[in-house]
């Protein structure tokens, strides 16, 4: 039998761009904002200079004449201020203006050479398939259980570690010391018990469980492994088994209403 290949490493390429820069926040205070007002058209109020990315810079608020309203008639110059100054929440508070200009600068956008990364492929887990195939082959196992006529081999630490039922059942004190206990379930059928089972090592539920059942022997066989879930503290369980009775309910719905 030839052996399996195993996935290689998968060599990936890549590099980035880091750009340098230079940022500076210049705040501009404007005292007595009212007297600036109506000082004519053109004039401007200049900030000091700031350097920032080997430019001087500096804040320049102007004033403009507004749109005329009659031939030959203008209306007084307004100060000219971007459009979010304008709204009146950002208005002059106390006849002083705050301005905060920031400003950045890109210097340089280096792309170094491409690199090489090498990603080696991870295989998903399998450790429900292993605890799947130690329950079939009963390897280890030291407790059993008596379903009417049938007999169940299992371990009770997995029991223990997935079933806080099964663990105080198997490490309480009605079971005392006994190395390798046998214990009886009643009120459950032993096929519902070995699916059961299945799931506590698996987490899931046989695929061909229920291919040889029509529906309404499928939504039976459902129902009781809801009960033996609910019984054994099986909470991811449950909620499979009830999504899948509300889905049989759905579809029936469905089926009523296109009927009728």
């Known amino acids: 039998m030839a052996a399996s290949l195993r996935p290689g490493p998968r060599r990936k390429t890549m590099s980035r761009c880091s750009p340098e820069i230079d940022r500076c926040v210049h705040v501009f205070e404007i005292d007595r904002y009212s007297l600036h ?5 053109g004039r401007y109020i200049r900030s000091a200079s700031f350097a920032v990315g080997g430019h ?22 307004r100060f000219h201020l971007p459009q979010a100054l304008e709204q009146k929440r ?12 920031d400003v950045t600068v890109i210097m340089k956008t280096p792309v170094p050479e491409s690199g090489t990364m090498f990603d080696i492929e991870v295989p998903p887990s399998d450790l429900s398939d292993n605890l799947g195939k130690l329950l ?19 371990h ?17 004190p009605l079971l005392g010391d006994n190395d390798k ?3 009886t379930i009643e009120d459950m059928e032993p096929s519902i018990f070995k699916t059961l089972l299945h799931f506590i090592y698996t987490d899931s539920l046989p695929a ?26 099986m909470e991811r369980m449950k909620l499979m088994c009830e999504s899948m009775l509300c889905k049989r309910l759905s579809a029936e719905s469905v089926h009523h209403c296109s009927s009728s």
């Open 56 to 77: 001087d810079w500096c804040v320049c608020v102007r004033e403009i004449l507004a749109p005329r309203r009659r031939p030959g008639r203008n209306q007084r110059p």
């Open 37 to 41: 007002k109506g000082s004519g058209a």
């Open 90 to 101: 950002h208005r002059a508070v106390d006849d002083r203006l705050v301005i905060e200009c």
């Open 208 to 233: 061909t469980v229920m291919d040889d059942l029509d529906g309404d022997e499928k939504e039976e066989r459902v129902k009781h492994l809801l009960v033996a879930a609910d019984r054994y503290a």
């Open 181 to 183: 206990p046998c214990v």
């Open 136 to 154: 079939e082959t009963q390897k280890g196992t030291d407790v059993t259980f008596k379903v009417k006529h049938e007999f169940f081999h299992a």
């Open 156 to 172: 009770k630490i997995v029991l223990a570690m997935r079933s806080r039922v099964f663990e105080a059942q198997i490490y309480g």
